[in-house]
């Protein structure tokens, strides 16, 4: 009887052995695995310049692939090459350089001024733009037979072609909106042969007024999932409800079959913490329908909450499994944080309470690199607006690299997501439509955009078009509100009606706003953008010829009042929520005043290196509880001797003294967010600031009259990087006297030479009107400083940075890569 039962049990456990092994192998034959996103960035090269491309369908034969016959128009002689590599021997690597992404072509330019080339001042600041095509070849193993294979470009400026293995996949004309084709079916899988994708980038058309680059300049994304799989952009993670002891959660997946036959699954979202630890699971049982996808709601909770704010960035994740037969076959993970937004007519409020939003406008670009921002650039972009005390992070005038709201809502900053196009044809709303999946489950987005300053703002037509717009994100993201950066129209057309949130682009100088809020009871207002005031960093006299602008304040635009005066108004009518100063860092394009020979813009209170220049230190004063004393200009003046001089201070202390040379100046009380101004006569030597609170001193600042020119400084952002041919170290350069004081009129030219696992990708001065080379391994200081960025290989080491200047002591710094 007991050996029966034995042999019974053993039949039994080998029989369900074999079902498992049935159930496994059958997962194995169609492909059921769980999904892979694969950095698609490196080993590409790039051609610049046209390319007469033809579809040779004849050549290539019927039933074959089509091929594409790729042309490129040399001095020599017309080189072919072809897309499908098995005709790889026509193709001349030559014609081609080796790229990783991003990568921006334009910025590798000279700047000419010649229009006739695409050459203009707003549009890539002087840098013609033109036609591009990148091509990759690679393999894909025999194993991801049966996956759903598909590519995502984050951005690419603009207007790209994509062809696989000779197959044209598509088109998508916005630089700033993320496009996705389907390779599954045109891949060649495993000995089938080699892949070749070709992309072409058209950036002979401009979207905005500012430099936007060229080419494929932000992440590319190889995407392998099961044929049934959470939908791109598929999860909506939304927190109806919040009270201290609880937060409800809606988590809805959309679930996409892209079989012939019906598909019974079971998806499970488990809420975790930000150790991971499963705070709640549901499980949900579905079947979802051939070629369809399916959108399953399920509620959890949360208890004891931790809100996001910027201060705390607290973010929760939803785990998505997605099974079959007990097997996971995809597997997705959600972002997301639990917090309150309202914007009403006494201003912004963050969990129930006011929250002043003190934010910037910015472009993407940065000093060496365009707007091909290694991830980094972009941390430390932001990490630079935290310092100041900036709350918020406006991305003018376009969603930005998906990456950038990562880091927004890890490092906590406020973002207001702006739409590029007020345009309600196919192509605009799903540019807007992505926008908003893409985005939407981002704790960091506190609002939506519809657009910046377009000409038909309070026209009938624009409101119409805006109300599409408006509809639209509504439906798609009924949490947030959605505004339109305004200078014009506000009150015309209805335009505004459609809003729930009316943007103020300066407000003539805020006179509108104020008029506006006790005219119209019902409307909402906030401060888009501000200030505009420019200056160029170090300098205090207009320069026209050179194309510089004081930073003392001698020329600003009518349009925007001084820095931190703007943050006087929110202090004085909170009811507009906050503001966005444009901008943080200056940009290439948009010089005003200036044009050629200045390529770079005059606005942010940081040069395109991220250097503060005087500026930054009224929104520092304004923003933060660190006393703030900072004087400009600085003690250099040769020759001036005895003239009469002013000298500018922002700062946040009740009283600033001044002393030169140890002998009081004078006491002056501070009027919060206001300059303080001294006029005295010019005697070199050392000016000291002292900055009073209650009485007592706590801060001083000092401007000293350097000697010439001695030595080379280097300082790192870090002192190790990641061996991921990704990561970036900030070094900044100075150029110091005998006494390591940085002489802030230096402009010596720095040479750098670079050993080990890494490589120079740019450099830069800050200086707006330099037509000096970004990508090169020297750089002239601007007014003391200059910046040179280095990314490090994929392999581990040490890279040793030396810079050298001709009659000065040069200086070296190590980086260890692991
Ligand atoms: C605003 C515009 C910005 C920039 C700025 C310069 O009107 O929205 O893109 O041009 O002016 O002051």
Redesign the pocket.
């Known amino acids: 009887m007991f050996k029966r039962l034995i042999r019974y049990c053993s039949i039994c456990f080998f029989l369900m052995l074999c079902a498992i092994k049935g159930i496994s192998q059958n997962a194995q034959q169609i492909g059921l695995a769980k999904r892979t996103k694969e950095s698609f960035d490196f080993n590409w090269q790039f051609h610049k310049g046209d390319i007469a491309i033809k579809r040779a369908v004849k050549a290539a034969g019927y039933g074959g692939l089509t091929d594409v016959n790729v042309k490129v128009e040399t001095n020599k002689e017309v080189v072919i090459a072809y897309t499908d590599v098995d005709k790889a021997a026509a193709f001349k690597a030559e014609d081609w350089k080796e790229v990783n992404l991003p990568h921006d072509w334009c910025v590798e330019g000279t700047f000419v001024n010649d229009n006739s080339i695409g050459s203009q001042p707003a549009a890539n600041g002087y840098l013609p733009g033109g036609i591009g095509f990148y091509r990759k070849e690679f393999e894909i193993p025999e194993t991801d037979k049966g996956k759903k294979i598909s590519i995502e470009f984050d951005g690419i400026f603009r207007n790209s072609t994509v062809w696989v293995n000779g197959q044209l996949l598509g088109n998508h004309q916005s630089g700033y909106t993320p496009s996705n084709y389907d390779l599954t079916d045109i891949l060649r899988y495993g000995n089938e042969g080699k892949n070749v994708i070709l992309v072409k980038v058209d950036a002979t058309e401009y979207e905005g007024?500012?430099y936007e680059g060229c080419g494929i300049y932000r992440h590319v994304w190889l995407n392998k999932t099961n044929q049934v799989h959470v939908d791109r952009f598929g999860t909506y993670v939304t927190t109806p409800s919040i009270s201290t002891d609880e937060a409800a959660i809606s988590i809805k997946t959309n679930i996409k079959n892209e079989l012939g036959v019906v598909k019974n699954i079971t998806l499970t979202s488990k809420i975790v913490d930000n150790k991971g630890v499963v705070l709640d699971t549901k499980t949900s049982s579905q079947a979802i329908e051939p070629f369809s996808t399916t959108e399953i709601s399920q509620k959890g909770t949360i208890q004891k909450p931790l809100l996001w704010s910027p201060e705390t960035p607290n973010l929760y994740k939803v785990l998505t499994e997605v099974s079959e037969n007990g097997i996971v076959i995809d597997n997705y993970q959600t972002t997301f944080g639990v917090r309150t937004i309202e914007i009403n007519r006494n201003g912004v409020f963050l969990n129930g309470k006011l929250y002043p939003v003190k934010g910037t406008?910015n472009h993407q670009d940065f000093a060496g690199i365009g707007v091909a921002l290694p991830d980094k650039i972009n941390e430390y972009k932001l990490k630079l607006l935290k310092e100041v005390g900036c709350n918020a992070y406006r991305c003018?005038?376009n969603p930005p690299t998906p990456e950038l709201l990562d880091m927004c809502d890890r490092m906590g900053l406020l973002v207001l997501d702006e739409n590029r196009m007020l345009s309600s044809s196919e192509e605009g709303k799903n540019d807007l439509t992505t926008m908003l999946y893409r985005d939407r489950n981002h704790p960091c987005i506190f609002m939506w955009s519809m657009e910046?300053?377009e000409p038909i703002q309070g026209t009938v037509t624009g409101a119409r078009i805006l109300k599409t717009l408006v509809d639209i994100t509504h439906k798609i993201d009924p949490t947030r509100p959605v505004t339109a950066?305004m200078?014009h129209g506000r009150n015309d057309g209805g335009y505004s009606d459609v809003l729930d949130v009316v943007g103020y682009?300066?407000g003539d100088k805020g006179l509108a706003y104020v008029k506006d809020h006790e005219k119209y009871p019902n409307r909402v207002e906030f401060c888009t953008?501000a200030t505009?005031f420019v200056s160029t960093r170090g300098e205090y006299n207009n320069d026209c010829g050179k194309g510089f602008v004081s930073n003392l304040g001698l020329w600003q635009?009518n349009?925007?009042p001084l820095p931190g005066e703007d943050w006087a108004d929110i202090v004085k009518y909170p009811y507009l929520g906050g503001l966005f100063v444009?901008t943080a860092f200056d940009y290439r394009g948009?010089p005003?005043p200036y044009q050629w020979p200045c390529v770079t813009s005059h606005?942010g209170f940081m040069d395109i290196c991220g250097f503060p220049k005087d500026g930054y230190y009224a929104y520092k004063a304004a923003w933060t509880n660190e006393p703030v004393v900072h004087i400009f200009p600085h003690w250099n003046w040769p020759g001036r001797k005895g003239d009469s001089i002013q000298v500018h201070c922002y700062t946040n202390c009740d009283e600033v003294e001044l002393l030169l040379n140890g002998k009081r100046i004078s006491m002056q009380k501070a009027i919060p967010y206001t300059k303080l101004i001294w006029k005295l006569v010019y005697k070199p030597g050392k000016l000291e600031a002292r900055g009073y609170k209650g009485g007592k001193l706590v801060t001083t600042d000092v401007v000293e009259t350097t000697t010439a020119p001695a030595q080379v400084g280097l300082n790192s952002d870090c002192t190790t990087l990641k061996a991921d041919g990704c990561d970036v170290a900030v070094i900044k350069v100075s150029i110091k006297d005998s006494k390591g004081r940085v002489v802030p009129v230096a402009d010596d030219l720095v040479t750098f030479s670079i050993e080990g696992p890494g490589k120079i990708i740019g450099t830069g001065n800050g200086n707006p009107s330099s037509h000096e080379p970004d990508k090169a391994s020297q750089r002239k200081a601007f007014n003391g400083y200059c910046l040179v960025l280095v990314q490090s290989y994929k392999q581990a080491g040490e890279i040793k940075l030396k810079a050298f200047s001709k009659t000065l002591k040069g200086d070296e710094l190590t980086i260890k890569v692991q």
């Open positions: 007024w500012w406008c003018s005038h910046n300053e950066a200078n682009n300066y953008e505009s635009p349009w925007g444009w948009e005003t606005f």
